[in-house]
C-alpha cells in the first residue's frame, strides 16, 4: 500500500471527533449496589472495539447507554459528539437475540430497518435484497423465522444490521445462541462484512476468541459494579487475515491468557 | 445449517408429507374421531335399551337421526328459525366485535384509563349474562334485537380482554428494537405491537363466535316467536327429544361450519403462529 496516500486519511481519521466517550459514567440503582461504578472509555472513529467480562457484570447494560435505549445516573457519555440518542440514523444496534419478527419472512424482516427510515418500497426491496445475497441468504428471502435455523436467524438479523449503511455498529453478544462451529462462521461472515465497512464497531461479547478475532481492541470489564480495568490493542492485523490464521498466532495465545486472567481477577473482586 | 431448516420443516409436515392415507397419522386422528362418536353413540343407545334411562326423556340414536332428515320435509318452518337465530347471532357478533375491539384499542392507548377500568371489566365480564336475558327483551322486545344484544353483551367483553391482552403483551426485544430503528410511537404500534396481537385477537373472535350462538340460543329460550330456541323449548316441553337432538345437532353443525369458514378465511393471518409453535395442522 502507498504509504504516502494512506496517510492523510489516516491524519483525517486522527481528526475526526471520537466516535463514542464514556466519562465516569455511572448508574446507581435504589436498595442495590451500583451497575456501573463509573466507566471511563473512548472509541476512534473507525475503531473496532470489543467488550468483555463476567457474565452479569453490566457490559450490555454500558451498550443500551450508548445506543440510547437506556439512562445512566452520573459521568458523561457522548456518540460522535453528542447525547446518545436511540434510532440515530447512522447506528445500528443488533440485540443479543435476534429479535427477528415471526410474522414477516427474511426478506421483510430485513427490509424494516429501512421501511422505519421512510425508504420507497422498491429500493428498500432491492437494497434488502443485496444484504440477504451478501450473508449467503439470497435463497432463503421468503422463509419464516421459525423455518430457519439459528445460524441462518443471525445471518438474517446482521443482514438487518448492515442493511442501513451504518457509521457506528452496535453489536450485543450477536452469536451467543449459537453452537461453537456455527459460531466461528458466523465470525468469519462478520469479519468479512466488516472489511467493507469504514464505521466504527463497538461489539459485547462472553467470548475472548471472538473478541480477540474481530477487534482492534479488546476492553475487560470488572464484575459489578463494573469499571473497566484493562485495555488490550490487537496488533494481529484481524482485518486482512483469515479466522484460522489468526488463531494459530502465538500472539493470539498469549492474548487470550491475559484476557482471561483479567476477567478471573474481576471475578475475585 | 441446511440440513437442519430441513429436517425441522419435514417434522412439522409428517401429516401432510407421509406417503397415502393408510396408516398416516391423518387416518390415525380420524380413527380416534369415529371411535369417540361410535362410543358414545352406543353409550346412549345402551342406556335406553338397558332401561337405564327412559327413552321418553333421552330419545334414541337412530330416531334422532331420522328426525334429522325429516326436519327439512318443513323447510320454510325451519329456515324461518335458522333466518331468526343467524341473524341475532351475526348482526350481535358484528357489533360486539367491533365495539369490543375499539374500546381495547382506545384502553390500550390510555393507560391510566386502562388501569381505572381494568377491575370493572373483570367484574362485568364474570356476571352471568345469560341472566341478564329477561331484562334484554324488556328493553329490546321480543324480537332479534333482545337477542342481540344479549350476544353483544357476551362478545364485546370477550374482545375487549383478548385484544387488550393481545395489545399489551411485553416484549422487551421489539421495544429495544423498535426504539434502536427509530421507529416512532405509530409505527411501533403498526409494525411491532398490532401483528404480535393478531394470533390472540383471532382467538378470540373464534370463541367469540361460538357465544354468539350460544347467547342467540339462550335469549330465544328465554322469550320469543321464532328461532332455534324457540323451537327447542317448544320440542322439549312436548317431549319430542329425538326432534329436538335433531335441531341441536343443525346447530352444532351451523356454528361449526361458521367457524370453520372463519377459520379459512383467518389463517393466512395467523400462518407464522402456526409454524412457531411446531402445529402444521
Known amino acids: 500500500m502507498n504509504l504516502a496516500l494512506a496517510q492523510p486519511a489516516a491524519a483525517a481519521r486522527a481528526m475526526a471527533p471520537p466516535a463514542v466517550v464514556a466519562e465516569e459514567v455511572r448508574l446507581s440503582v435504589a436498595n442495590a449496589p451500583d451497575i456501573l461504578a463509573g466507566v471511563n472509555l473512548s472509541i476512534r472513529d473507525g475503531e473496532f472495539v470489543a467488550i468483555v467480562g463476567p457474565s452479569g457484570c453490566g457490559k450490555t447494560t454500558f451498550l443500551n447507554m450508548v445506543a440510547g435505549l437506556q439512562p445512566f445516573t452520573a459521568g458523561r457519555l457522548t456518540v460522535v459528539g453528542e447525547k446518545p440518542q436511540a434510532g440515530r440514523r447512522e447506528t445500528a444496534y443488533a440485540l443479543a437475540r435476534d429479535a427477528l419478527l415471526p410474522w414477516r419472512d427474511a426478506l421483510g424482516n430485513v427490509e424494516l430497518a429501512l421501511q422505519i427510515r421512510g425508504v420507497p418500497p422498491e429500493e428498500r426491496r432491492r437494497r434488502a435484497t443485496e444484504a440477504l445475497a451478501k450473508v449467503g ?67 459485547v461479547t462472553h467470548d475472548i476468541a471472538e ?40 500472539e493470539f495465545s498469549r492474548l487470550f491468557e491475559q484476557v482471561w486472567q483479567d476477567i478471573e481477577r474481576g471475578f475475585g473482586q | ?41 352406543a353409550a346412549w343407545k345402551l342406556t335406553g335399551a338397558l332401561g337405564i334411562l327412559n327413552p321418553v326423556f333421552i330419545g334414541s340414536p337412530e330416531g334422532t337421526v331420522l328426525a334429522f332428515f325429516l326436519q327439512f320435509a318443513k323447510p320454510a318452518m325451519l329456515g324461518l328459525d335458522l333466518f331468526y337465530t343467524v341473524a341475532e347471532t351475526l ?40 341472566a341478564l336475558a329477561p331484562l334484554f327483551v324488556l328493553w329490546f322486545g321480543l324480537g332479534i334485537a333482545g337477542k342481540a344484544a344479549l350476544v353483544v353483551s357476551l362478545v364485546f367483553f370477550v374482545m375487549l380482554t383478548t385484544t387488550l391482552a393481545g395489545l399489551t403483551q411485553p416484549n422487551k426485544d421489539y421495544e429495544y428494537l423498535a426504539r434502536s430503528l427509530g421507529a416512532s410511537r405509530r409505527q411501533h404500534i403498526l409494525f411491532f405491537i398490532v401483528p404480535a396481537a393478531v394470533p390472540t385477537i383471532v382467538a378470540g373472535l373464534e370463541l367469540s363466535l361460538t357465544y354468539s350462538f350460544l347467547g342467540a340460543v339462550a335469549g330465544e329460550i328465554v322469550g320469543g316467536s321464532y328461532g332455534i330456541g324457540v323451537r327447542l323449548t317448544a320440542f322439549a316441553n312436548a317431549f319430542e327429544i329425538d326432534k329436538f337432538m335433531a335441531l341441536l345437532l343443525l346447530l352444532v353443525i351451523m356454528s361449526t361450519a361458521t367457524v370453520q369458514l372463519m377459520r379459512h378465511f383467518t389463517a393466512k393471518l395467523t400462518r407464522w403462529h402456526a409454524t412457531e409453535q411446531g402445529d402444521a395442522h
Open chain 1, 137 to 203: 441468504l439470497a435463497d432463503a428471502r421468503t422463509r419464516h423465522p421459525a423455518q430457519l435455523s439459528q445460524g441462518m436467524r443471525q445471518r438474517v438479523a446482521l443482514a438487518r444490521t448492515f442493511v442501513t449503511e451504518p457509521r457506528l455498529l452496535i453489536l450485543d453478544e450477536p452469536f451467543a445462541a449459537l453452537d461453537a462451529q456455527t459460531r466461528i462462521r458466523m465470525q468469519e461472515l462478520l469479519l468479512a462484512l466488516l472489511r467493507q465497512f469504514s464505521g466504527t464497531m463497538i461489539m
Open chain 1, 211 to 250: 473478541a480477540i478475532t474481530l477487534a482492534d481492541r479488546v476492553v475487560v470489564f470488572s464484575n459489578r459494579p463494573a469499571v473497566v480495568t484493562a485495555n488490550y490493542e490487537v496488533k494481529l492485523g484481524n482485518r486482512k487475515r483469515k479466522t484460522s490464521e489468526l488463531r494459530a498466532d502465538p
Open chain 2, 1 to 41: 445449517m441446511r440440513t437442519l431448516a430441513q429436517t425441522r420443516l419435514s417434522a412439522s409436515e409428517i401429516g401432510a408429507s407421509a406417503p397415502g392415507f393408510w396408516g398416516s397419522y391423518t387416518m390415525r386422528v380420524w380413527v380416534i374421531r369415529i371411535a369417540v362418536i361410535a362410543v358414545f353413540v
Open chain 2, 91 to 130: 348482526i350481535g357478533f358484528a357489533i360486539g366485535s367491533a365495539s369490543g375491539m375499539i374500546c381495547a384499542v382506545i384502553l390500550f392507548r390510555a393507560p391510566a384509563a386502562r388501569q381505572a377500568v381494568a377491575p370493572l371489566i373483570v367484574a362485568a365480564n364474570s356476571l352471568p349474562r345469560v
